[in-house]
């Protein structure tokens, strides 16, 4: 193994290589905030805070505040156990909150604790992030997952700023991106300002060591993910289940989530056999990009189904086969109103999974397919607990006849759910508190001067 420190002629190299950076991310920042302004991927009226222009006032100047950033929905939601532990310990303490997509801004927005300010990340260029920083003067930065920013990371260096990475993963091509020649000395140089690298697991914990992470800096904690399904409902989303679940008349349902382009073409020749044997079948199908829902409705109208878009408020008939959700941030209350889901981004090889958490702590039985990515760890951690947690499905031959089965055999599929909420209690209980002690402690050690400890 390599040493987990960079020799002085590495180091040399990565400041050379994060002086190339730094001046080639200044020179494109306003071509590239004005390509995705042109594409639809900026808030329309929010996109200068992408410059570090603020849209909120900093709360109590002087005092600390504490910075968490994720660039998408997945990983905000999985920084949220977090931020609501945060908030419960330290209620004075001003939080910030940053994501970068839009998916992650219509959903977070509203789950968020009432004090945390929340607003859109700065482009990782010079100005933007002096700008931000400068303005906001956070304490400490918690990042999520592989939001690995040279301009952030080395300005927060630069300041003294304690940086850490939570839930923190390295794709296998990110790895041998930068394993390369000309990629080694920069992220050596970013990993080695990091304070704590809390990783998913002892595969992505060696990735980061081999890229010169130093190993008193690692430590596990588990999967944020785990706790992602653990949100008490409001009354708002009460309500909305009561009403789904009066519209659906105790009608035999299950769901399709986070389905991707072409994956709706498994999932609705699966319906189509299973109506033969169970006629009142309906399905609930969840595309993964809202947008994606206009193939979809054009595809049952060819095959003559009949279905409703949830965003037309449309009542569900007993005629209604297919109920598209078309809405963006209900999935996770849509798993409360049905006994079977099957998570998508998994049926096609050049997909890698989705995070199947919520749907266990709703209850669910869970079905994925056989492409799951980095999620695969968490599939062997839940079948630790209990085989029957999550079904890994093969393909489509599979996914019909094991609907099949659990459609019936109620026993079959009780015990399926069961196994899901149980395996998903077991896992996520202290998660969220593992981290945040490890954070604790790396924030006694390099933050006390700052006053977010006593």
Known sequence: MRPAHAPASAARGGLALYEL????????????????????????????????????????????????????????????????????????????????????????????????????????????????????????????????????????????????????????????????????????????????????????????????TPPHKIHFAGDLKYAVGDVEAGEKELNTIKDLQQQFNHRTIWMAASIHKGEEEVILRVHHELIKTHPSLL????????????????????????????STKEVVSSNTRVYVVDTLGELRMLYKVAPIAVVGGSFLPSLAGHNFSEAAAAGCAVLTGPHVGHFYHMLVELWQINPLAVKQLTGEVELLESLKEMLGDSKALEARQKAAKDSYSIMSDGVVNCVWNLVYMFAVDSQQKHGIVD
């Open 21 to 212: 950076y730094r001046a080639a991310s200044r020179a494109a920042a306003p071509a590239v905030l004005l390509w995705r302004r042109l594409r639809g991927l900026e808030h329309p009226s929010r996109w200068p805070e992408r410059l570090g222009r603020p849209s909120a006032a900093r709360p109590r100047p002087g005092s600390p505040l504490v910075w968490f950033h994720a660039v998408s929905l997945g990983e905000g939601m999985a920084a949220l156990p977090v931020v609501r532990h945060c908030v419960r310990l330290h209620p004075g303490l001003p939080i910030l909150l940053t994501t970068t997509t839009l998916s992650a801004f219509e959903v977070i927005k509203d789950l968020l604790p009432d004090a945390v300010i929340y607003q859109f990340a700065p482009l990782d260029c010079p100005d933007a992030i002096e700008s931000f920083i400068g303005y906001w003067k956070p304490s400490l930065i918690l990042l999520m997952e592989s939001e690995l920013w040279p301009n952030l990371i080395m300005s927060a260096a630069e300041k003294g700023i304690a940086v850490a990475l939570l839930n923190a993963r390295m794709s296998l091509k990110s790895f041998n991106r930068w394993s390369v020649r000309l990629g080694l000395p920069l992220v050596s140089l970013m990993l080695s300002k990091l304070s704590l690298v809390i990783p998913l697991s002892t595969i992505q914990a060696v990735r980061f060591q081999l890229l010169h």
């Open 283 to 310: 399905l609930i199908l969840v595309p993964r990009h809202p947008q994606d829902s206009k193939d979809v409705s054009l595809a049952l109208k060819k095959q003559k189904v009949n279905f409703v878009l949830r």
